[in-house]
């Protein structure tokens, strides 16, 4: 299998989203969001394009205005200013960098480094935004345009990074030894920040072993769609099972039956005395809808029904004996349920968790539904 980190950081968010995108292969939009932060990135590659003399400010700005596109901003008032905070971002980076001052390895470089056994062997493909040569090592950096920085710890354990890290690895495998000076770094150019971090061997291993883990739940087919803040941006809102009921309007496909049971239902769940009879029929009226039109939410003219699957698992008692016994962690534990495995999980081995997952089995399943009012 051939993924991405792009495609691995869509599925841990949201696995039905990379079906639709990866699998499905159903085209949106690009948002101007994607627009902005692929011409920021578009204007720091010319500025380091290594030649006699590096662009000016001047120059840089010329190449911004040139590469920019208003026709995806909603209105001339938001399009003037991401505009401007496009030129914001340039003139920051001049002031707190001189292009002359980097030794430039490469940049935009393209790889693919293969994961896994012979018998099971997947292709990781990606992007390197750049790569400096350094006084005792490297620098591999990647620029984001997010509005949000996140801490230090973020960095120091970013996925992204690891895999750049490994593409790097595979291209100057030597480098291994001098691991220690390897650099990785995400420029926050809205911020006018740089946060960097070291990797070792050992994180590198655990990286591999979160995309084999991935890529194995894609081939199992496991798509559910998880409601995450990203899905305010995602394009796909019309098809999915937790958004599609609020484009009703444009698939005309309900009825005023239906209609009128989701705002009903809205109001007995809210209200001080709830006729219970009544709330059950309204309740599996929605329900039976729900599973008519696959969907997960539906939206009234009062607000949301939303429902959910609760699970609850059960331990093979026998392999959990085996993982935690030679930890001296079995008498922790005495009797196998969730909350004293949990309890423990945070100071296992790694493999020993990923041991535990594996003896993990869905014991029931009840679903239910929420309401949020307007």
């Not at 006084?135 to 949000?148: N, R």
């Not at 444009?250 to 239906?258: A, G």
């Amino acid at each position: 299998m051939r993924i991405s980190y792009s495609a691995f950081d869509t599925y841990q968010n949201c696995p039905l989203k990379y079906k639709f995108q990866n699998i499905d292969r159903i085209k949106t939009p690009k948002s101007k969001e994607a627009v902005f932060g692929s011409t920021v990135h578009d204007t720091m590659k010319f500025i380091h394009t290594p030649s006699i003399l590096s662009p000016t400010l001047d120059q840089a700005m010329e190449h911004f205005s040139l590469a920019w596109n208003p026709a995806v901003f909603d209105s001339p008032d938001e399009e003037r200013a991401a505009f401007s905070q496009g030129v914001r971002i340039i003139q920051d980076y001049y002031q707190k960098n001189n292009p002359a001052n980097f030794n430039i390895v490469d940049l935009e470089s393209r790889f693919q480094i293969e994961i896994g056994n012979k018998e099971n062997q997947h292709v990781i493909s990606g992007i390197i935004d750049r790569i400096d040569k350094t006084e005792d090592g490297y620098e591999i950096i990647d620029y984001k345009t997010t509005k949000k920085m996140p801490s230090q710890d973020k960095v120091d354990s970013d996925m992204q990074l690891s895999v750049y890290l490994q593409a790097f690895l595979s291209r100057y495998p030597k480098e291994i030894d001098n691991i220690g000076n390897l650099k990785v770094s995400l420029y926050y150019l809205k911020h006018g920040v740089k946060l960097s971090a070291t990797r070792t061997v050992e994180q590198l291993k655990k990286s591999e072993q979160l995309f084999l883990e991935a890529i194995q739940l894609i081939e199992q087919g496991k798509f559910e769609a998880n409601m995450n803040p990203l899905c305010d941006w995602c394009g796909y809102q019309n098809i999915c099972p937790m958004w599609k009921h609020k484009f009703k309007e444009t698939r005309k496909i309900d009825t005023e039956e239906v209609n009128a049971a989701i705002d009903e239902y809205i109001e007995l769940k809210s209200a001080i005395s709830i006729t219970k009879d009544r709330l059950g029929e309204i309740q599996e009226k929605v329900l039976q809808y729900m599973d008519q039109e696959g969907v997960e939410r539906v939206f009234g003219s009062q607000g949301i029904i939303a429902r959910s699957v609760r699970k609850t698992y059960k331990y093979d008692e026998k392999k959990i004996r085996e993982i935690l016994e030679p930890l001296d962690k079995w008498e922790s534990v005495l009797k196998v349920d969730g909350i004293a495995l949990k309890q423990i999980m945070e100071i296992l081995p790694y493999n020993a968790k990923i041991e535990i997952e594996k003896a993990k089995a869905v014991d029931k399943e009840s679903k239910s539904i929420a309401v949020k009012k307007k």
